[in-house]
């Protein structure tokens, strides 16, 4: 569904110039959850935006389903770690996450069911008449989450879509994830600094080498399915693929080595 060909960016020019992609290869398949790690500043974000349509790369291709990416795609949904920017504070709940659905050509009363089923999915029925900022920070993030829901996109790319929120809602935004991923078969590519983040809610664990940045390791995640916050961690499998993610991000692994 997505590929990634020899991607790289430049940001500035001269002197001042900043290489931050530096040719990264990647492939999606349709339904995977493809978790992007690295170190802090590697591009991360830069290799989510340049797939979002958002920024045009120095160099390489970014296909969506075999079409280039050359601007925001339509069938394309973005959940950002900063919710409080990303909803409409004077739009009601349910209004914020059916606005997108006009894109949809979809009839008054069909974005509103639309909005109602996704909003119940994350959890949040009865709070559609509520305003962004009557909620806490967690249920916000679950409106961005629904909105993205109701689209029903081909793609939904996540950028560090927990890191604004406490540990517990963090755990329980990643189940959410995982249960609405599960319920529509999307496909997912979560950006995130957190490695034990990323083998959790992950089928697959990309590593980015900091800038510029390359693929430095693509781990297949063959954990037993549900996963569970104490089981799934406290697996040995887990225990061994954490390590071996953390080896890769800080540069102390042989990045063939870890490449099926
Ligand atoms: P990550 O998401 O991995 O933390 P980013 O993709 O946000 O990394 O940024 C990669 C590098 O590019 C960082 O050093 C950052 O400072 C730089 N950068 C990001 N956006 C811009 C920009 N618009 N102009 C100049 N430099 C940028």
Not at 16 to 27: C, E, K, R, T, W
Not at 162 to 189: K, Y
Not at 192 to 212: F, W
Request: with cysteine; glycine share 10%.
């Amino acid at each position: 569904m997505l590929e990634i060909s020899n991607l790289t960016h430049t940001y500035g020019s001269g002197p001042a110039a900043h290489h931050a992609l530096g040719g990264v290869d990647l492939s999606v398949a349709k339904g995977e959850l493809v978790c992007i790690v690295g170190p802090s500043g590697c591009g991360k974000s830069t290799l989510l935006r340049s797939v979002a349509g958002l920024l045009r790369p120095g160099g390489g291709e970014v296909l969506l389903n075999g079409t280039p990416v050359d601007q925001a795609p339509d069938n394309l949904a973005v959940v950002f770690q900063d919710y409080s920017r990303s909803l409409f504070p004077w739009m009601s709940v349910a209004d914020n996450v059916s606005l997108p659905l006009r894109r949809r050509k979809l009839d008054r009363r069909r974005r509103r069911e639309a909005a109602m089923e996704a909003l119940a999915q994350v959890g949040l029925g009865g709070a559609e008449g509520k305003y962004p900022w009557q909620l806490s920070g967690g249920m916000q993030q679950r409106v961005s989450i629904a909105r993205a829901l109701a689209y029903r996109p081909a793609l939904l790319l996540m950028d560090e879509p927990f890191g604004s929120v406490d540990a517990q809602t963090r755990e329980d935004l990643e189940d959410l994830t995982l249960r609405v991923r599960g319920h529509h078969n999307m496909t997912i590519l979560l950006i995130t600094h957190d490695i034990d983040e990323s083998v959790y809610v992950g089928d697959r664990v990309v590593v980015l080498s900091k800038a510029p940045a390359k693929v430095v390791g693509d781990l297949r995640v063959d954990l037993p399915c549900p996963r569970d916050q104490i089981t799934t961690r406290e697996h040995p499998g887990f225990v061994h693929l954490r390590a071996e993610v953390g080896r890769l991000v800080r540069g102390l692994r042989n990045p063939s080595a870890a490449t099926p």
